[in-house]
């Protein structure tokens, strides 16, 4: 049927998206190390990207910092619940790379397709922002 090889075509992009995504070292080049005090203003960056690329964020939801050993940084893994069509998911996480106030990498990721829109996904994600570490707390 006409449902069924449209959603093989999404699943066959899905796949291609996927292979992107985890190329995870690739993410997040142009950022800096934040301080605590630029998080916000760095989930504000990304939440405009995302809207840009018109992404629902259904959730935000920092995490605890984590320290890394040895590194001159922490971790603040932040977890992402969205909604979007697999075009609009896959130009957002290309636009992560090109962040401007901070340096994130895709850590996990989880797509399935939406019980009631056929053409819509939600996506469960989580994503490392890097933090100075040595700006306290």
Known sequence: SLKKKEWQAIEKDLIAARGFIFKKDDLGRKGHL???QEVSLA???ITRIGRKQRVNFTSISPQAIES????VYRRLPITLDVEADYKDLGNFLAALKELRESFVTV???KIVRH???YSLL???MTIDMYIRGDDGG
């Open 34 to 36: 934040l301080s605590r």
């Open 43 to 45: 989930i504000d960056e």
């Open 68 to 71: 890394v050993n040895g590194a």
């Open 107 to 109: 850590r996990d990721f």
């Open 115 to 117: 019980e009631s829109v």
């Open 122 to 124: 939600r996506s469960k």
